[in-house]
Protein backbone atom coordinates (compact mmCIF):
# COMPACT_ATOMS: atom_id res chain seq x y z
CA UNK A 1 0.00 0.00 0.00
CA UNK A 2 0.97 3.58 -0.65
CA UNK A 3 -0.24 6.95 -0.18
CA UNK A 4 -1.14 9.57 -2.87
CA UNK A 5 -1.08 12.98 -1.47
CA UNK A 6 -2.13 16.54 -3.52
CA UNK A 7 -1.49 19.50 -0.91
CA UNK A 8 -2.39 23.20 -0.91
CA UNK A 9 -5.05 23.00 -4.10
CA UNK A 10 -6.53 26.92 -3.42
CA UNK A 11 -10.13 27.54 -4.48
CA UNK A 12 -11.95 30.58 -4.88
CA UNK A 13 -15.59 29.05 -3.86
CA UNK A 14 -18.85 30.08 -2.13
CA UNK A 15 -19.20 27.90 0.71
CA UNK A 16 -21.18 29.31 4.15
CA UNK A 17 -23.79 29.41 5.97
CA UNK A 18 -24.17 33.37 5.87
CA UNK A 19 -26.18 34.46 2.46
CA UNK A 20 -23.15 36.70 2.22
CA UNK A 21 -20.52 33.87 2.20
CA UNK A 22 -22.29 32.29 -0.39
CA UNK A 23 -22.35 35.79 -2.99
CA UNK A 24 -19.13 36.58 -1.87
CA UNK A 25 -17.44 33.98 -1.90
CA UNK A 26 -13.95 32.94 -0.04
CA UNK A 27 -10.47 31.53 -0.46
CA UNK A 28 -10.29 28.23 0.44
CA UNK A 29 -7.60 24.92 0.71
CA UNK A 30 -8.07 21.59 0.03
CA UNK A 31 -5.18 18.68 0.73
CA UNK A 32 -6.52 15.22 -0.03
CA UNK A 33 -4.86 11.89 0.74
CA UNK A 34 -5.68 8.71 -0.73
CA UNK A 35 -4.21 5.20 0.24
CA UNK A 36 -4.21 2.77 -2.67
CA UNK A 37 -1.69 -0.25 -4.01
CA UNK A 38 0.46 1.08 -6.37
CA UNK A 39 2.62 -1.32 -6.68
CA UNK A 40 2.34 -2.63 -10.32
CA UNK A 41 2.53 1.04 -11.26
CA UNK A 42 5.42 1.88 -9.62
CA UNK A 43 7.12 -1.26 -10.88
CA UNK A 44 5.68 -1.21 -14.97
CA UNK A 45 5.61 2.82 -14.80
CA UNK A 46 2.14 2.61 -15.99
CA UNK A 47 -0.51 5.17 -15.00
CA UNK A 48 -3.39 3.04 -15.18
CA UNK A 49 -2.50 1.32 -12.08
CA UNK A 50 -2.37 3.93 -9.71
CA UNK A 51 -4.74 7.01 -9.26
CA UNK A 52 -4.48 10.10 -11.54
CA UNK A 53 -3.73 13.34 -9.91
CA UNK A 54 -6.00 14.86 -12.36
CA UNK A 55 -8.65 12.75 -11.19
CA UNK A 56 -8.75 13.85 -7.90
CA UNK A 57 -8.45 17.43 -8.82
CA UNK A 58 -11.79 16.91 -11.16
CA UNK A 59 -13.77 15.85 -8.54
CA UNK A 60 -12.37 18.37 -5.91
CA UNK A 61 -13.21 21.10 -8.59
CA UNK A 62 -16.40 20.35 -9.54
CA UNK A 63 -17.90 19.59 -5.49
CA UNK A 64 -16.00 23.61 -4.99
CA UNK A 65 -17.47 24.88 -7.72
CA UNK A 66 -21.10 24.27 -5.85
CA UNK A 67 -21.84 26.28 -3.38
CA UNK A 68 -23.10 24.81 0.10
CA UNK A 69 -23.80 25.96 3.51
CA UNK A 70 -21.25 23.75 5.27
CA UNK A 71 -17.82 22.97 5.07
CA UNK A 72 -18.68 19.57 6.74
CA UNK A 73 -20.91 18.63 3.68
CA UNK A 74 -18.63 19.51 1.04
CA UNK A 75 -16.15 16.87 2.50
CA UNK A 76 -18.59 14.15 2.73
CA UNK A 77 -19.16 15.30 -0.95
CA UNK A 78 -15.83 14.79 -2.26
CA UNK A 79 -14.92 11.45 0.06
CA UNK A 80 -17.83 9.95 -1.69
CA UNK A 81 -16.93 10.47 -5.09
CA UNK A 82 -13.32 9.32 -4.73
CA UNK A 83 -14.36 6.20 -3.15
CA UNK A 84 -17.29 5.94 -5.88
CA UNK A 85 -15.40 6.91 -9.00
CA UNK A 86 -11.51 5.95 -8.58
CA UNK A 87 -11.42 1.93 -8.66
CA UNK A 88 -8.48 1.18 -5.71
CA UNK A 89 -8.78 3.63 -3.05
CA UNK A 90 -8.62 1.92 0.12
CA UNK A 91 -9.27 4.94 2.45
CA UNK A 92 -9.25 8.80 1.82
CA UNK A 93 -8.68 12.07 3.84
CA UNK A 94 -9.58 15.67 2.90
CA UNK A 95 -8.99 18.19 4.59
CA UNK A 96 -10.59 21.81 3.38
CA UNK A 97 -9.59 25.31 5.10
CA UNK A 98 -11.82 28.11 4.36
CA UNK A 99 -8.83 30.96 5.01
CA UNK A 100 -10.21 34.41 7.30
CA UNK A 101 -13.31 32.96 8.53
CA UNK A 102 -15.82 35.52 9.25
CA UNK A 103 -15.72 35.46 13.28
CA UNK A 104 -15.51 38.09 15.49
CA UNK A 105 -11.60 37.81 15.94
CA UNK A 106 -8.59 36.84 14.03
CA UNK A 107 -8.49 33.60 12.47
CA UNK A 108 -6.07 31.99 9.85
CA UNK A 109 -8.32 29.63 8.85
CA UNK A 110 -11.04 27.30 9.83
CA UNK A 111 -10.57 23.70 8.86
CA UNK A 112 -12.76 20.58 8.80
CA UNK A 113 -11.67 17.14 7.59
CA UNK A 114 -12.84 13.75 6.87
CA UNK A 115 -11.46 10.46 6.90
CA UNK A 116 -12.83 7.44 5.55
CA UNK A 117 -12.46 4.28 4.27
CA UNK A 118 -14.16 1.67 1.22
CA UNK A 119 -15.68 -0.18 3.43
CA UNK A 120 -17.53 2.19 5.57
Request: charged share 35%; hydrophobic share 35%.
Amino acid sequence: MGKICLKGLKFRAYHGYYDVEREQGNLFEVDITVKTNFHKAAVDDELSYTIDYEDLYSIIKEEMDKSSKLLEHVVQLIVDRVLDELKGVKWVEVILSKLNPPIKGDCERAIVSLKKRSDD
